[in-house]
Each structure stands twice: as structure tokens, then as C-alpha cells.
């Protein structure tokens, strides 16, 4: 008799619970008045609606609206703000990001913005879905092929956050074009073009619009994600469109750096393919929907754009929500290079101070003050022009040292500096340099609080 009525009580509580459920979801059904569009399969009609529609991207903005009062979109942003908190993802649903270039690279970024809640995209890309970009786009299928990229994601995006104002552009990045992609004050411009011509123009235009932009450089040819860092343009490395970029911006705009940019360590696996035409010819131009842009003659393993693009996406959203991410340092020091860093750490001491008694770090310790605290880089320099290539000689010229010399040399009161800059720290007190130097002292002691908060005092 127990157990019927056990059977009967969960019978019921489960019809009860599904009713319920029911019910909920038909009130929030009904609440809705969104129907979301398909576009239609004219593709000329397409493009000429969207290209039209409102001039330019400033043309046509986002109405005034919390999109977090919205059940759905709140519960569809469930993890994100319990990650970045209510306000900083409010920041982020209230952004306007241009994503240009909607390739390997390109697709994947405007699509994991696109499902963290980003409130405005434009996409820009002039090229179309053809079946060889299959292995690495985020969404397109055959049936997408022939259908220009920027509309191929806008048809797919609107089916996953129907909210998010999606502008699609089918247009290619010039001179002509600028006013009309870079507009409207964006938030963020990412640059996921494989052109040279066309990324240095873009970057010299974001740099002198005060624009924030992230670069993506190659991602082809590689094969090891763990490899795949963000750094400034400056620190990037093994990269032949780098290389270019670099140069570019140097001598036809004068812009040394700071553009962050993604890039891989790697070195390219593989070499450029040469050009075969479908009967054997060898004439690429012939096959270019612009002039100037490659034909499918680099070998991607579709996994590494895909990264790429993520990587993109995760340092944007982090940008916006004001989250303070600390990329892993473009210098690397394997395991002999740490264990000079200490014993000369434990040399100097007892130099300084006649003993190594108050040394209280290991190896691994040594490895976390200078990988994670100080990311390769002396103290007093924010950017590091040194690549992986003269890590002897980085090595050769930093040293450890007491940042308060009235306490031990712990993991929370060592800092990284050249040996040329040692004697002068340690000739002055902490007071004389928080007098002097108010920033450096604030942003060193910033650093060393993270270490305290890390592993305790």
C-alpha cells in the first residue's frame, strides 16, 4: 500500500511539474512578438535590401534597450553573468563590435560574441561560402555555398540571439568604404583579414579614429593551439603577414605598435601551395573575385582559425567587461633559465645582505614571480621588444630583487628588473620612489598584491 501511494505522489508531482512547465513556457511564447525572417533566396535582392537599408552603419542604431530585462535573453546570459557579473555583462550587451573579414577566423569570433550577448554586430565581407571554406567557417553549410559570407551569418545569427541588431555588409574594406564600416563609434573593430594591403589600411584607419581594434595575423599552415598567443603587434613573431604588417605601418604611416594583435609561435608547417586551375593552368588571377586577394593556395587545418577566433572573441568580451585578463607572456624561459634566476637571486643576496636565509621561494615559485607576475618583463617596462629568439640574453640580464628591502625575499616582495636598473632601486626607499614615482609605485604594488591575494603573504 506504501509503495502505491509513493507511485501515486511522484505520478502526480511530475504531471504537476510538466503542467507547469508548460504554462511558463506558452506565457513567454505568447510575450513574444519577435518573428525572426529568413532571407530570401534572391541573393542579389539580398544584398541590395541590406546594403540600402539605413546608408551607413551609424545610419541605422540600436534602439535604447536593457536587453537584460528580457527573460529569455537573461536566462539564454545565465552563465555569463554569473561570470562577469550583471553590470559588466550589461556593458557587453550594450556594445557595438565590427567584425571584418568572415572566414575561418572572422566567423567563429562574430559567433561566440554573438551567442555571449553582444547588442550590435557589423559584419563585413565581400567574398562568398564556397565548399573548401566548409572545414573551418563557424556556421555555413552547402547549402550556404554561393551565398556571400555576411549575409550566410546574419541568416543563421538571427535563429540563435534574435535579439542582437546584426547589420551585414557586402562590401570590401577601402578607402571608399571607411566612413561607411567605421562609423557609429564602435566599441571594437576586429580585423580578420588575410590581405595585407587592406589590414594595414584598416589598422592605420582604426589607430587614427582612436579606434580599439584586435588583429588577427595568420592562422594557417600551423597546427598546435597551445601555441596561439595575444600580444602587440611588436612581440609577434614566426608570422610572415606580421612580418609585413609591421613593416607597412612603420614606413607608410609611422605607427610602431600597440595594436594588440593574435598570432601562433608556431612556425608555419607547411609552404604555400602553387595555383592549379580546374584544367591545369597556373594563372591565379583569373580565378580572384578582387584583385589583388590570394585563391586558396595556403593549407589550413581548420581547428587553428576556429581557435583563433575564439581567442578573438574571449579578449573582446574581457576588454568590454572591464575584466582584467593578464595574456601568457610572448618570452619563455624553460626550466635551466629558472634555475639561474634563483641562484642568482640567492647570490646577490647573500652579497647584499650576507645571507640567503631570507630567500623564500622555490624554483616553481620562480617561475610564477616571472611567468605570471611580471610576464617576461622588468618591472619598469610594460612592453617587452624582446622576442623568444634572445632569451639568453634576456636571461643574462634580469635578475630578482627585494622591491621592500626591510622584508624577506618573498613571492609577494620580489620584483624583476635589469641589472642596470638594480642599483638605482636599490639606493632609494619606498617612500622616495612613491614620492617620485607615484604611478610606477602604484602599478608595482598593484602586481604584488595579486601575489599576496595568490598564495597569502
Not at 525572426?36 to 551609424?58: M, Q, R
Not at 557595438?96 to 577566423?105: A, N, P, S
Not at 577601402?174 to 594591403?197: K, M, R, Y
Request: proline share 5%.
Amino acid at each position: 500500500m506504501v509503495e502505491k501511494l509513493k507511485c501515486l505522489v511522484l505520478v502526480g508531482a511530475g504531471a504537476l511539474l510538466g503542467s507547469l512547465s508548460t504554462v511558463a513556457l506558452l506565457k513567454l511564447l505568447l510575450s513574444r512578438e519577435r518573428l525572426t525572417k529568413p532571407i530570401g533566396s534572391n541573393v542579389k535582392e539580398c544584398v541590395s535590401v541590406l546594403n540600402n537599408n539605413g546608408g551607413n552603419a551609424a545610419g541605422n542604431p540600436m534602439p535604447n534597450l536593457d536587453l537584460l530585462r528580457d527573460e529569455i535573453v537573461s536566462e539564454h546570459l545565465t552563465r555569463n553573468i554569473q561570470f562577469f557579473g550583471q553590470e559588466s555583462q550589461r556593458k557587453v550587451t550594450e556594445s557595438f563590435v565590427v567584425v571584418i573579414g568572415l572566414g575561418g577566423v572572422g566567423s567563429h569570433a562574430a559567433s561566440m560574441l554573438l551567442r555571449s550577448g553582444i547588442g550590435r554586430l557589423l559584419l563585413v565581407d565581400f567574398d562568398q561560402v564556397s565548399l573548401s571554406s566548409l572545414n573551418r567557417h563557424s556556421v555555413a553549410t552547402r547549402e550556404d555555398v554561393g551565398i556571400p559570407k555576411a549575409l550566410c551569418l546574419k541568416k543563421h545569427f538571427e535563429s540563435i540571439f534574435p535579439e542582437c541588431h546584426i547589420d551585414a555588409r557586402v562590401i570590401l574594406y577601402d578607402a571608399s568604404t571607411e566612413e561607411e564600416i567605421l562609423s557609429g563609434q564602435p566599441d571594437f573593430v576586429l580585423d580578420c583579414i588575410d590581405n595585407i594591403d587592406t589590414k594595414v589600411a584598416l589598422l592605420a584607419a582604426c589607430v587614427r579614429r582612436g579606434l580599439r581594434v584586435l588583429s588577427a595575423t595568420g592562422a594557417g599552415a600551423r597546427a598546435d593551439p597551445t601555441r596561439i598567443r595575444v600580444a602587440d603587434l611588436r612581440e609577434s613573431i614566426n608570422d610572415p603577414l606580421s612580418r609585413s604588417v609591421r613593416h607597412r605601418l612603420r614606413r607608410d604611416y609611422g605607427i610602431e605598435g600597440g595594436i594588440p594583435v593574435v598570432f601562433s609561435l608556431e612556425k608555419p608547417k607547411v609552404k604555400l601551395l602553387p595555383f592549379r586551375g580546374p584544367n591545369g593552368e597556373e594563372n591565379p588571377s583569373d580565378y580572384q573575385v578582387v584583385p589583388g586577394f590570394r585563391v586558396r593556395i595556403i593549407p589550413v587545418l581548420g581547428t587553428i582559425p576556429a581557435i583563433f577566433g575564439q581567442v578573438m572573441a574571449s579578449y573582446v568580451l574581457t576588454q568590454l567587461a572591464g575584466l582584467n585578463v593578464q595574456m601568457e607572456p610572448v618570452v619563455h624561459f624553460d626550466v635551466d633559465h629558472y634555475h639561474t634566476l634563483h641562484q642568482r637571486l640567492i647570490e646577490h643576496e647573500e652579497i647584499v645582505y650576507g645571507t640567503s636565509s631570507q630567500v623564500q621561494v622555490d624554483i616553481e615559485e620562480v617561475m610564477y614571480i616571472v611567468k605570471e607576475l611580471w610576464h617576461g618583463r622588468t618591472c619598469r617596462h610594460q612592453i617587452c621588444c624582446v622576442v623568444c629568439a634572445q632569451v639568453p640574453d634576456v636571461v643574462a640580464l634580469r635578475c630578482l630583487f627585494r622591491w621592500d628591502r626591510t622584508k624577506p625575499a618573498s613571492l609577494s616582495n620580489l620584483i624583476l628588473l635589469k641589472f642596470t636598473e638594480a642599483g638605482e632601486h636599490e639606493s632609494r626607499t619606498l617612500d622616495e620612489i612613491k614620492e617620485n614615482e607615484p604611478e610606477f609605485f602604484r602599478r608595482v604594488t598593484s602586481v604584488l598584491e595579486q601575489a599576496k591575494s595568490d598564495f597569502g603573504p
